[in-house]
């Protein structure tokens, strides 16, 4: 009886490879978003140079991060 209470406890061949294929999606979706935050982040940086909008920005570090202050 114990051991049957034991082995429903212990994770299956399914189960494992349904974790497996979850962490799979999972490190996909965060690969997916940091390389849409890298395309923007440079997009943007693109934008601020072409308008020349740089020189009007001054960054303070400390306290909450940078802040932009014009």
């Known amino acids: ?4 209470w034991i082995k429903r406890l212990l994770p299956t061949g ?3 490879e349904k ?14 978003a940091m390389q849409r935050y890298s ?3 440079t997009e943007i940086k693109s934008k601020i140079e072409q308008n020349h909008f740089a ?3 001054v960054y303070e570090k400390g306290g909450n991060g940078e802040h932009a202050h014009n």
């Open 39 to 41: 395309e923007c982040s």
């Open 55 to 57: 020189r009007y920005l």
């Open 19 to 32: 974790e497996r294929e979850q962490l799979q999606a999972v490190k996909h979706k965060a690969s997916l």
């Open 14 to 16: 399914q189960d494992r």
């Open 1 to 4: 009886m114990t051991l049957k």
